[in-house]
């Protein structure tokens, strides 16, 4: 079982990677996408051993599949 619980450093980490993505003009501003993509964050931070850039690259490739704007 994967710990819930992070230090401040690292929920700091983790919102800088949302706050960045969300911004992006290809994001769907949708409350809905929002709040699924902060879980997910969570969730994908929460059992991975890996380095910050490199989780910053998986969820931003997972963001831009799903929760790009539909054109």
């Given at each position: 079982?994967?710990?819930s ?11 800088a ?55």
């Open positions: 079982m994967h710990s619980s992070f230090q401040p450093e690292e929920l700091t980490a983790v919102k990677v949302y706050d960045d993505i969300v911004a992006q003009d290809w994001f769907d501003q949708t409350e809905e996408a929002r709040s699924s993509f902060a879980r997910y964050l969570i969730d994908t931070y929460s059992i991975s051993a890996i380095t910050s850039e490199r989780f910053r690259k998986i969820v931003e490739c997972s963001a831009r599949t799903h929760y790009s704007r539909r054109r």
